[in-house]
């Protein structure tokens, strides 16, 4: 069966972005960023939400456009409006149902791209399987947090950790049903 899969940046004190989305302090290359990326080929799915499909604007993405040449987009939002989505690209309306039909017919596990108030509706949902955390050697002490505003309890299970020489850690999680 496949999982959803939250693979994401964080420092450590729980957070994704910094204040104004601020990601400059973050591990740029290295080992750590190049297992990540390699990872990220293993996906043929990915989903997120609409300020993680807008925040690629900064970076070259062009609105419509996959940010992953080699993935199914999913972007759940109620309110982003693009004309001519490549075929590769669909908006969703934010529904339980939905996120269980791509989890359930994607041929890969789901890449859960970026996070925050997306990944926190996803908590309390209980539809994130695993949790890899590309933990980062910062503080940040503000800006965009792990799960958002959610307040979800959760208990998850260590099942691995590597370490890199810049200091990287990605440690994975599986998360365990109540």
């Not at 390699?38 to 807008?54: C, N, P, S």
């Not at 994607?106 to 695993?130: H, K, M, P, R």
């Not at 850690?169 to 365990?176: E, G, L, M, R, V």
Request: net charge negative; charged share 25%.
């Amino acid at each position: 069966m496949t999982k959803i899969i939250y693979y994401v940046a964080t420092s450590l004190d729980g957070f994704i972005a910094g204040p104004n989305d601020d990601i400059s302090d973050f591990v740029p290359t290295g080992e750590g960023v190049d297992k990540y990326l390699a990872d990220l080929q293993g996906f043929k799915t990915v989903i997120m939400g609409r300020r993680t499909y807008e925040f690629g604007y900064q970076y070259g993405l062009v609105p419509g456009q996959p940010a992953y040449a080699h993935m199914e987009h999913h972007i759940f939002s109620d309110s982003i409006k693009i004309e001519n989505l490549a075929t590769s690209v669909h908006i969703e309306p934010k529904s339980i149902s939905r996120i269980k039909e791509i989890k359930a017919s994607s041929e890969t596990d789901v890449y859960l791209c970026g996070g925050g108030q997306f990944a926190g509706w996803l908590l309390e949902n209980e539809l994130i399987d695993q949790l890899k955390l590309k933990l980062n050697p910062i503080i940040l002490g503000d800006g965009i947090r792990l799960f958002g505003n959610s307040t979800q309890k959760a208990k998850w299970k260590l099942v691995d950790t590597e370490s890199f020489d810049d200091g990287l850690k990605i440690i994975t999680y599986d998360f365990i049903k109540s």
